[in-house]
C-alpha cells in the first residue's frame, strides 16, 4: 500500500478516536493535517486521475470530509460546515460513478438543507432540492428538512418546533436549535408590523417562550428598540413613519405650461 | 486528464477559506486550470482572491498565483483593463508562449497600451512613467517572437512600440535580412503615421543594410532620399561608381533613373553636385557637364547626351580608372538632372504616338464656333492628347479655325504648345521663339500669346528648368503687362518647383506686392510651387498679404500657394493647416483644405481624413466643402480602393458641389487604376442633373479609365461613347460638354502612351505629379490650369537600356492576350457615303488573304508587331462595316459575314512578344516575363519604367531600336511611327530633334 495512503489511514484512525473521545480540538488539528495530505492525491477533485488506489482513496477522502462536516456541527461551526459540505461535494455528484454510494450521504445532504433553513436561504435551498432525485427525497433525513421547510413557509411554527424530537439524528438537533430561533425572529419581525403594542403574557406565547424572564431578555437582546412598559411590550418606536414625499404638483403644472406656452412661441 | 470532470468548482472556492495556507495554494492552482469553465461561479469570489493577492504575508508565488486567477476571471467579464493590471501584478506566471485567446487578447492589450504610453511619451517629450512591468512583458514577447522566427511579428510590434533598439535586433537576426528590410519599410511608410518617426525608422534602416555584406543599394538610397540626405547617395553612387564591376556602375545608374522617378528636383540636384568630381585633368570634362547647372543657359545639354568624342580624349590622358569614373559620372549626372529620362520618355512617346486624330475633327466640328468656352476645351483636349509627343498636326493643320482664339484664350492655345512639346528641352526656347516677348520691349505681339509662351516654357521645362529659369526671370522683370506676368510666373513656378530659389522668390514677390489681381494670382501659385514642402516661415509672409489684399484671385492664388509650401509635412503642418482652417475667409479655409490634402497627400492618415469630412459636411460655404472632399482624393491616393467606399455617400449629397469634389476624388485618387468601384461611383454622377457636375464626373472618369482597354472594362467602350454623344449634343449644356471634351483629351492623353501617376513604382510619392493635379483641380476657376494635369503624366513604357544609356534591341513577353492592353482602336468617320463602302470591302478582303500568308510564315519575334497592325487595321475594317450597316441596310450582308469570317481564322495569341522599348500598361506589369535566353538581363526586376540591362553577351554588336528622334513629320498616321521603329540600327541621332513648327499666326 502506499505510503501516504497508509499515513492518511493511520491519522484518520487517529482522528476518530479522537472524534469518539469527543476531543474535538485535537480533532480539529488532525483534520486540518489530514487536508493538506489530502492535496497530495492526484485521484481527488478536481484531477480525478485513474491511480491504482484510486477507488480507495476516494472512499477515503469522502470518509474524512463526511467526518469534517458532522465534526463541524458538534463545534456549532457553520462557517467550517459550509466549507467542508463544499469540498465534500465533489465526491457524491462527480464521483457517483466510481464509488459505492456513502450511507452518510442523505444524513449530510439533509444537514445541509438544514442549515440553509436556517440561514433563511431559501433559494439556495430550492436549488439543492431540485439537484436530488426522487427517490432520495423520500430519505427520511431529506424529508424531514423538506417538511420543516414546507411548515416554515406554510407559518406552522409549531409544526416546525415540534418536529425536533422527530429529528431523524442526534446532529440535528443543533440546527434545530437553530432554527427554533430563526422562527422567533421571523414572528417578531412579523408581530412587530402587525401590532402596535402586545402584552407581555400575549408576547410570551406568540413568542413561544415559557418565562417572561425569557422573553425579556430576548427583547434586551435582539430588539433594544422594544419598550417593555406598563404589562405590554410597545413595538410603536420602531415604527417610523417614513414622512411621505410630497410631489410638488403645482409647480410641476406651472413648468409644464410654460413649455407649452414657449412651444407656441417658436412654431 | 480522466472523463470525469468536476461540475462546479464550489469545492475548490471553499477551500480558498481554509485557514491552512498550503490548502489555499492547491486551491488556487487547480482553480487556474478550471477557470476557463468556472469563471462564472469564480467570478463571485473574486473578492476573496484579490485579498490573497494583496496579502503581504502570502508566499510570492501564490500572489502572483491569484493575480494570475483574477485576471483571467476579468478577462472572461470583458474587464481587459483589469485583467491587464492583475496580469502586470502575475508576474511570470503570465506565460506570453500560451497559445490561448486569453493569452492572445492581453498580450494585444498589453502592447497596445504599452505602445500608446510609449508613442505619448516621445510626442509630448515629458517622462510618462511606463509600468516596467508592461515592458518586461512587451519585451518577453518580442524575444520570444524573435526566437521563434517570427521576425515580422517582431518588427511589427517594434516598430508599433517605438522601440527602435528591438527593430534593429530583430532585423538583424532574422535569416533574411534583405527581405525583412525590405518589408520593414513598406510598413514604415504605410502603418507609421508620425513623420519624425518614421524619419527615424528609416535613419535605422539605412544603418543597417550598410551594415550588410552585400547592401540593396537601391533600397538604401530610396531610404535615403525620402530622409533628404544627399550626401549620403552621393557617396554610395560614388563607390560604385568606382568600382572596377560593370555591373556595380550598371547599379549605380539604375538607382539614378529610380531616383529620378521621384522626381524631387532639389534632391536630385544636391545630390549631383555633391558628386566629387574625378582627380587630373579629366576635370575639364566634369566641368563641362556642370555648366548645365549654371543659369546661363547653355547648349551642352545636347553634348552631354550624344557627344561621346570629346570623353575619350581626354581619358587619354588621364589614369584610366579616373577615366572610366568621368565617363559614368557624366552619364549619372545627367540621369541625375533628368535630362536623360526626358529625352527618352519623349522619344518613346514620339516614336508611339497612337493618338487619333479623328476624335478631335469631331469634336472640333460639333462644337460651335462661337463658343468660346468649348473652343478653347478643344484646344486643352488637343494639347493633352498630344502631350508630350512634339506632335502638333493638328494645329498646323488648323490655323484658320484656332486663331478665333483670343485674350486669354489665345494664351491658353499658346501655353498648350508647352504641353505638347514638353520635356523637348533642347528645342524649347526655339520652338517658342515666335510668340516669346521680344527683346524686352514688348514687341508686336499680343501680350496674351506672349504670356502663354512663357507659361508653355515653364511647362516644357518643368521641374528641370535649370536652364530656362534665368530667361524667365528677366521676361518677368522686364515687362509690367500684368498677362506677361502671369505667363512668367507660371512658367517660373514649374521650372523651379521645390528649389526654392530666393531669388526667384524675390522677383516673385515684387509681382505679387503690385497687388495686380492676374498677375498676383499666378505668383501666389507660383511661390507655392518654388516652396513646395519647404514649410518655410515665408507661408506667414504670404499669409499675412492674403489678408491684406482686396483681390479674391490673389487671395486664392497665395491660399493655394501656402497649401503647397507644406506638401507632404504632415503633422509639420498642424500649426498653418489650424491657422488657416480658423480663418474668416472662405478662401482661406478653402486654402486650408489644400494643406491638408498636401500635407497628408498620400498618407491616408486618419485625422486627416476625418478633418475633411468634417469641414465636408459642416462648412457653410460651398467652395470649402467641395475642396474638402475633393481634397480626400489627395489624401488617399496611396490606397485607392479606399476612397470610392469613403465619398460614397458624399456622392450623393444633396449639395452639388459636394457631389463634384466627390467626383474629382475618385478621379484623383483612383487615376490610372481603372478600379471597378470607382468607375460605379462615378458612372452615376456621369448624368447628374447639375451641369457642372457632370463636368466634374466626366473628367474624373477620363481620369480613372486612362490607358485603360475596352477589353479588360467594357464600360470603357461605353464612356466614349457617351463622350462622343454629350460632345454632339446639339442642346448639352456648355459645361458638361467641356467636361466631356476634356475627358476625351485626358483619356487618350500623351498619344495613348500615358497613365496618370501619383506613386513612383518604389511607392515614394511623385511630387510634381501630386502638385500638378492639386493645381490642376483649380481649373474651376481658372482654365489655364488645366495644363498643370499633364505634370502628373507619366509614360507607360518599359525602357531598357544598356551601359551606354542606349536602347538595345530587347524582347520580352507579355503573358496575357494582346487584345487585353491594345491601343483602342482608331475610330473612323461614321458617313452616309457610299464612297466610303467600297475601300471597305477591299480592305477587308485583302486583309484576310495577308493573314493567311502571314499565318503560314508566323514567326514568334515578329508575331507581336504584325498581328498588332493587321489587327489593327482589320478591325478598323469591321468597324467601318458596322459602321456602314447601321446607315444601310444593304450593305449588311457582304460586310457582316467577312468580319466574322475573319475573327474566326484568327484565334488569338495568349501571349505577345513586346520590343523594348514597349507600352506596357499599369494593369499589364504582372504579366511580364523576361525570355529566358536574352542577351540582356535586367540589373533590376521592374515591369516598366527605365531598367539598366546587362549584356551578357559584350562583344557582339548591339542591334539598337528607338533610334528615330521626333522629327517633324507631316502626319504620323497610326502605326507609320511604329513601322519606321526598329528598323535601322544607328546611333541615336539626337541632331535629328524635330524642326520647330512652323510659325502660326492668329489673325487677332
Known sequence: MDPQLTEVSQQFERFKAAFVRKDYSTCSDLLSRLKVLLTKFTSLPPLFENTPNAAHELTLARDIYEHAVVLSVKTEDQDAFERDFFQLKPYYVDARNRLPPSPQENLILGLNLLRLLVQNRIAEFHTELELLSSATLDNPCIKHAVELEQSFMEGAYNRVLSARQTAPDATYVYFMDLLAKTIRDEIAGCSEKAYDYVSISDARQMLLFSSDQELLAYVNEEHREWEVKEGFVVFQKAKETAPCKEIPSLQLINQTLSYARELERIV | ?1004
Open chain 2, 1 to 1004: 486528464m480522466a472523463a470525469v470532470m468536476v461540475s462546479s468548482a464550489g469545492g475548490l472556492l471553499a477551500m480558498l477559506n481554509e485557514p491552512q495556507a498550503s490548502l489555499k495554494h492547491h486551491a488556487l492552482s487547480h482553480l487556474n486550470n478550471l477557470v476557463d469553465r468556472f469563471w462564472p461561479e469564480i467570478s463571485t469570489s473574486v473578492p476573496i482572491i484579490e485579498s490573497l493577492y494583496e496579502d503581504e504575508e502570502f508566499d510570492l508565488h501564490q500572489r502572483q498565483l491569484a493575480a494570475l486567477l483574477v485576471s483571467k476571471v476579468f478577462y472572461y467579464l470583458g474587464e481587459l483593463n483589469d485583467s491587464l493590471s492583475y496580469a502586470l501584478g502575475a508576474g511570470p506566471s503570465f506565460d506570453v508562449s500560451e497559445d490561448t485567446d486569453y493569452v492572445h487578447t492581453l498580450l494585444a492589450k498589453a502592447i497596445d497600451e504599452y505602445a500608446s504610453l510609449r508613442s505619448k511619451a516621445l510626442e509630448s517629450n515629458d517622462m510618462v512613467d511606463i509600468d516596467p512591468r508592461l515592458e518586461a512583458i512587451v519585451e518577453r514577447m518580442l524575444e520570444k517572437c524573435i526566437t521563434d522566427g517570427k521576425y515580422q511579428q517582431a518588427m511589427g510590434i517594434a516598430i508599433e512600440c517605438r522601440r527602435l533598439d528591438k527593430l534593429e535586433e530583430a532585423i538583424t537576426k532574422s535569416d533574411n535580412v534583405q527581405g525583412t528590410l525590405s518589408y520593414c519599410i513598406n510598413v514604415s511608410h504605410s502603418f507609421v503615421n508620425r513623420r519624425e518617426y518614421r524619419h527615424e525608422v528609416l535613419t535605422l534602416l539605412v544603418k543597417v543594410y550598410q551594415k550588410l555584406p552585400s547592401p540593396d543599394y537601391l533600397s538604401i538610397c530610396q531610404c535615403l532620399m525620402f530622409l533628404d540626405e544627399p550626401q549620403g547617395v552621393a557617396t554610395i553612387l560614388e563607390k560604385l561608381l568606382r568600382s572596377e564591376s560593370k555591373d556595380d556602375a550598371l547599379l549605380a545608374l539604375q538607382i539614378a533613373f529610380d531616383l529620378v522617378e521621384n522626381e524631387h528636383q532639389a534632391f536630385l540636384l544636391s545630390v549631383r553636385d555633391r558628386l566629387p568630381a574625378p582627380k587630373t585633368r579629366s576635370v575639364e570634362v566634369v566641368q563641362a557637364v556642370e555648366t548645365t547647372t549654371a543659369p546661363t543657359e547653355n547648349p551642352s545639354g545636347d553634348v552631354q547626351m550624344t557627344d561621346e568624342t570629346p570623353a575619350p580624349t581626354v581619358v587619354l590622358e588621364t589614369d584610366p580608372v579616373d577615366a572610366i569614373y568621368a565617363e559614368r559620372l557624366k552619364k549619372i549626372k545627367g540621369i541625375l538632372s533628368g535630362e536623360t529620362s526626358i529625352q527618352l520618355t519623349l522619344q518613346f512617346l514620339y516614336s508611339h504616338n497612337k493618338s487619333d486624330l479623328l476624335i478631335l475633327k469631331t469634336i472640333k466640328q460639333s462644337v460651335e464656333m462661337r463658343n468660346s468656352v468649348c473652343h478653347s476645351a478643344t484646344i486643352y483636349a488637343n494639347a493633352i492628347m498630344h502631350a508630350g509627343t512634339t506632335v502638333d498636326t493638328f494645329l498646323r493643320e488648323n490655323l484658320d479655325w484656332l486663331s478665333r482664339a483670343t485674350n486669354w484664350a489665345k494664351f491658353s492655345a499658346t501655353a498648350g504648345l508647352g504641353v505638347i512639346h514638353r520635356g523637348h528641352l533642347q528645342q524649347g526656347r526655339s520652338l517658342m521663339a515666335p510668340y516669346l516677348p521680344q527683346g524686352g520691349a514688348g514687341g508686336g505681339g499680343s501680350p496674351y500669346s506672349e504670356g502663354g509662351a512663357l507659361y508653355a516654357l515653364g511647362l516644357i521645362h518643368a521641374n528641370h528648368g535649370e536652364g530656362i529659369k534665368q530667361f524667365l526671370r528677366d521676361s518677368l522683370r522686364s515687362t509690367n503687362v500684368e498677362v506677361i506676368q502671369h505667363g512668367a510666373c507660371l512658367g517660373l513656378g514649374l521650372s523651379a518647383i521645390g528649389t526654392a530659389d530666393e531669388e526667384i522668390y524675390d522677383d516673385i514677390k515684387s509681382v505679387l506686392y503690385t497687388d495686380s489681381a492676374v498677375a498676383g494670382e499666378a505668383a501666389g501659385i507660383s511661390m507655392g510651387l518654388l516652396l513646395v514642402g519647404t514649410a518655410t516661415e515665408k507661408a506667414s509672409e504670404m499669409l499675412a498679404y492674403a489678408h491684406e489684399t482686396q483681390h479674391e484671385k490673389i487671395i486664392r492664388g497665395l491660399a493655394l500657394g501656402i497649401a503647397l509650401t507644406v506638401y507632404g509635412r504632415e503633422e509639420g503642418a498642424d500649426t498653418l493647416i489650424e491657422q488657416m482652417t480658423r480663418d474668416q475667409d472662405p478662401i482661406i479655409r478653402y486654402g486650408g483644405m489644400y494643406a491638408l490634402a498636401l500635407a497628408y497627400s498620400g498618407t491616408a492618415n486618419n485625422k486627416a481624413i476625418r478633418q475633411l469630412l468634417h469641414f465636408a459636411v459642416s462648412d457653410v460655404s460651398d467652395d470649402v466643402r467641395r475642396t474638402a472632399v475633393l481634397a480626400l482624393g489627395f489624401v488617399l491616393y496611396s490606397d485607392p480602393e479606399q476612397t470610392p467606399r469613403i465619398v460614397s455617400l458624399l456622392s450623393e449629397s444633396y449639395n452639388p458641389h459636394v457631389r463634384y469634389g466627390a467626383a474629382l476624388a475618385v478621379g484623383i485618387s483612383c487615376a490610372g487604376t481603372g478600379l471597378s468601384e470607382a468607375i460605379s461611383l462615378l458612372e452615376p454622377l456621369t448624368s447628374d442633373v447639375v451641369d457642372f457636375v457632370r463636368q466634374g464626373a466626366l473628367i474624373a472618369m477620363a481620369m480613372v479609365m486612362v490607358q485603360i482597354s475596352e477589353a479588360s472594362d467594357s464600360r470603357v467602350g461605353a464612356f466614349r461613347r457617351q463622350l462622343e454623344k454629350i460632345i454632339l449634343d446639339k442642346h448639352e449644356d456648355t459645361m458638361s460638354k467641356m467636361g466631356a471634351i476634356l475627358a476625351s483629351g485626358i483619356l487618350d492623353a500623351g498619344g495613348r502612351n500615358v497613365t496618370i501617376r501619383l506613386l513612383s513604382k518604389t511607392k515614394h510619392d511623385k511630387v510634381t505629379a501630386v502638385i500638378g493635379l492639386a493645381v490642376f483641380s483649380q481649373f474651376w476657376y481658372w482654365y489655364p490650369l488645366i495644363y498643370f494635369i499633364s505634370l502628373a503624366f507619366s509614360p507607360t513604357a518599359f525602357i531598357g537600356l544598356n551601359y551606354d544609356l542606349k536602347v538595345p534591341k530587347f524582347e520580352f513577353m507579355s503573358h496575357a492576350k494582346p487584345s487585353l492592353f491594345e491601343y483602342p482602336k482608331p475610330t473612323t468617320v461614321a458617313t452616309a457615303n457610299t464612297a466610303a463602302k467600297l475601300p471597305t470591302a477591299v480592305l477587308s478582303t485583302s486583309v484576310k488573304a495577308k493573314a493567311r500568308a502571314k499565318k503560314e510564315a508566323e514567326q514568334k519575334a515578329n508575331a507581336e508587331k504584325t498581328s498588332g497592325a493587321e489587327k489593327s487595321v482589320s478591325e478598323s475594317a469591321s468597324e467601318k462595316g458596322k459602321g456602314s450597316t447601321e446607315k444601310e441596310g444593304d450593305a449588311m450582308q457582304v460586310d457582316g459575314t467577312s468580319t466574322v469570317e475573319k475573327k474566326a481564322a484568327e484565334p488569338e495569341a495568349a501571349f505577345e512578344i513586346l520590343v523594348n522599348p514597349a507600352r506596357v500598361v499599369p494593369a499589364q506589369e504582372k504579366y511580364i516575363k523576361l525570355l529566358e535566353d536574352s542577351r540582356y538581363v535586367p540589373v533590376k526586376l521592374a515591369p516598366s519604367g527605365f531598367v539598366l540591362l546587362k549584356d551578357l553577351r559584350e562583344h557582339e554588336p548591339e542591334v539598337l531600336s528607338l533610334t528615330d528622334a521626333p522629327t517633324s513629320t507631316t502626319s504620323p498616321a497610326a502605326g507609320a511611327a511604329a513601322a519606321t521603329q526598329g528598323t535601322t540600327a544607328s546611333a541615336m541621332a539626337v541632331d535629328d530633334e524635330p524642326q520647330p513648327p512652323q510659325a502660326f499666326e492668329y489673325a487677332s
